[in-house]
Every structure is written in C-alpha cells, then in structure tokens.
C-alpha cells in the first residue's frame, strides 16, 4: 500500500471509530509523527474513549508534536513524542538519575515510553500540589493527554509572547510555583523558560518530561539552572533578587521547612 492509499485507510479506520479528523493538514507531519507504533496508541486512547476528536497541530517541537483535541467536547492537548527522531542520548541522562526510572535502559522505544510515563507522572504531582499545569489525563506508549490550555482551539501565549501588565507580580508567582515544586511535590523543572511557561491570567507551567526528583544526582544544578532562565528574562521586566538569593529562597530551611 502506497503511502497516500496508507492515510486514507487511517483516516476511514480513525473515522469508522467516531473521531473526527479535523484538519486535513495534519498529511504534512504524519511521515514522522504518525508510525505505526503511535497509530496503534492513538487507536488504544480513542476506543477508551479518551480521544473523540483530533484537531490541528499546535506545536512542532525538537522531540514532540503537540495536537489539538477533544473528548466529549471538552478540549485537550495530544502531546506525541516522536520515536524516531527524539533527542535519544539527552533524554538519557534525565532518566538515568532518576530513582523512578533508572532501571529503564535498552532501546530508543522503551526510552521514550518511559519519557511520555514520566512527563504524566511529574505532571501529576504537581497537579496534587496545586500548582497550574495542565493536568495529565492519560498516557499510551508515546502519547500523552492532558487538559488543554487555551481558549477554542487556541492555545495560552508562551510567556514570551503574552501581554503582562505587573511583571513582578508574575515572577513572584513563578517562583512561588518552583518553590511548591521543590517542597511538596519534591520536583525541580529543568527546563523552565519563558517558552514553557503559557500565561492567561495567571502563568502556568508546562512541558515536564525533563523534571526530575530531588535525588537525581543534578537536581540542584538543574535548580540553579532555571533560576538563572528566569532571572535573566524578567531582568529584562522588573527588579530580580540574585539568584543565591532566590535559591535559598527556594531550598531554605526557613519558615516553612521542607
Ligand atoms: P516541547 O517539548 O515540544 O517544547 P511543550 O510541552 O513545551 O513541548 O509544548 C509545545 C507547545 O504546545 C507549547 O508551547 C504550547 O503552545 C502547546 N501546548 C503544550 N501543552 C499544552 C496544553 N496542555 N494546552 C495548550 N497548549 C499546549
Ligand atoms: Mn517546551
């Protein structure tokens, strides 16, 4: 069968399952994104019931594809982490220290289902801690569903992009949210930037496949690292502490204690 003729009887298959293909142009993305591993995924969620619609791609990333979708009408976010041309050896590293998933080793498959389980799972402790994320739904192999952020099917501005009317405000805020990642869900971000931060209203966190607990080995480096991201942005916004500041800020054995 001829690749064309291929997404045809995908797209039958999908429909026959009452999901409606609601952009046609998704064609473009399905070489990489779609193989059969992930179709057999996609089909899994959607005969659960977690998926009834699949909407436009949202965002083309270096190790995933974020789509649109719903389920009864309600809106959520497909995340899909591609298997073959995820960043393999870096994605590596942030397991290996991992208490979680140490143990997961071997192929480049197993590495990025374990990815897509620990995005869920990190997901899911900060959601228990009340921190805004989006919250996670489901997983299946490499594909993740999570609440979507937006309004339609348009999701929140990336921070970098919003309109921000107190800059202090929202990065008291953040911090505010690294701190409760840190003490209760004992989390560190790793990739905090104002790319993976959406902002309406108020700011929230997204994109934590990277996160890691408090026991890998560069947890706190990692800490450090995304202080450094935000401190840099907002500088650029509003008056910053340093960042030793904000650190022990963070870490402290003050008031609250961990
Ligand atoms: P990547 O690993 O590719 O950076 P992200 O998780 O950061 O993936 O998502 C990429 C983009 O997809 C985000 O900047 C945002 O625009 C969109 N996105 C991701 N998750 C959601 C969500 N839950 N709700 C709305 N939009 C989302
Ligand atoms: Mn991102």
Not at 28 to 45: G, M, N, Q, S
Not at 186 to 195: P, Q
Request: charge should be neutral; aromatic fraction near 10%.
């Amino acid at each position: 069968m001829g690749r064309e003729e291929e997404y045809k009887q995908f797209d039958r298959e999908i429909e026959a399952m009452g999901v409606r293909l609601k952009d046609a142009d998704t064609v473009k993305v399905r070489d990489d994104v779609f193989d059969e591993v992930t179709l057999i995924a996609l089909y899994r969620l959607v005969h659960k019931k977690l998926i009834s619609a699949i909407g436009g791609p949202i965002s083309t990333g270096k190790e995933a594809n974020v789509f649109y979708g719903e389920r009864d009408g309600q809106g959520i976010a497909i995340k899909i982490y591609r298997i073959q041309t995820a960043n393999f050896k870096a994605m590596n590293e942030y397991l290996a220290g991992d208490r979680r998933f140490s143990s997961v080793r071997g192929t480049r498959k197993g590495l990025i289902f374990a990815w897509t389980k620990k995005e869920y799972s990190n997901l899911a402790r900060a959601h228990e801690a009340g921190i805004p994320v989006p919250e996670p739904l489901a997983f299946d192999r490499n594909i993740l569903l999570m609440t979507f952020l937006g309004q339609g099917e348009v999701p929140y501005p990336q921070l970098r992009n919003a309109e921000v009317e107190d800059y202090g405000a929202v990065y008291r805020q953040i911090l505010d949210y690294v701190e409760r990642l840190y003490r209760e869900a004992r989390l560190v971000h790793a990739d905090l930037s104002e790319y993976n931060i959406l902002y309406h209203e108020k700011p929230y966190l997204i994109d934590m496949g990277q996160a890691v607990t408090l026991d890998h080995p560069r947890a706190s480096a990692f800490l450090v690292r995304d202080i450094k991201n935000l401190n840099r942005y907002f500088a650029r916004h509003c008056d910053v502490p340093d960042e030793e500041e904000v650190l022990r800020t963070i870490v402290g054995t003050g008031r609250r204690g961990p």
